[in-house]
């Protein structure tokens, strides 16, 4: 499924994917779900988490992948499923929304480089 063609689900639709996705792969383990403020905080995650809305959550493997490719496969999975998905830290995150732009700050002398 297209990144731009991936639409935001309601919180219902993302609980059954969620729940898919664990029919899918029943060794994957739920880490994390809904998380209020000062759990987030703790947890270190961004002010602007899907975690706070309860569109997201983190799974960890019961092996986790030797390799790149099982992490891939991995984000594939849930992403085939209409999630959005990235494998880091030893855990898959999945959310039920688009991740919040970034904006990306280029700083420095604007001439460098040019003659």
């Known amino acids: 499924m297209d ?3 991936r639409k935001t689900l309601s919180g219902a639709e993302f609980d059954a994917v969620c729940r898919r996705l664990e029919e899918l792969r029943p060794d994957l383990s739920q880490t994390s779900g809904t998380r209020t403020t000062s759990r987030n905080r703790e ?4 002010q602007h ?3 706070l809305e309860g569109l ?5 493997p019961d092996v986790p992948p030797q390799l790149r490719d099982g ?3 991995l984000e594939r999975m849930a992403k085939t499923l209409g999630l959005w998905a ?3 830290r030893g855990h898959l995150h ?3 929304r688009a991740p919040r732009e970034q904006v990306l700050v ?7 480089g040019s003659s």
């Not at 947890?43 to 961004?46: E, F, I, T, V, W």
């Not at 280029?106 to 460098?112: R, Y």
């Open 106 to 112: 280029v700083t420095g002398d604007e001439n460098a």
């Open 49 to 51: 988490s899907a975690h």
């Open 94 to 96: 999945v959310q039920g």
């Open 3 to 5: 990144e731009f063609r």
């Open 56 to 60: 997201a959550r983190d799974y960890k």
């Open 43 to 46: 947890k270190g995650g961004d």
């Open 86 to 88: 990235l494998y880091h």
């Open 71 to 73: 992490e891939r496969k």
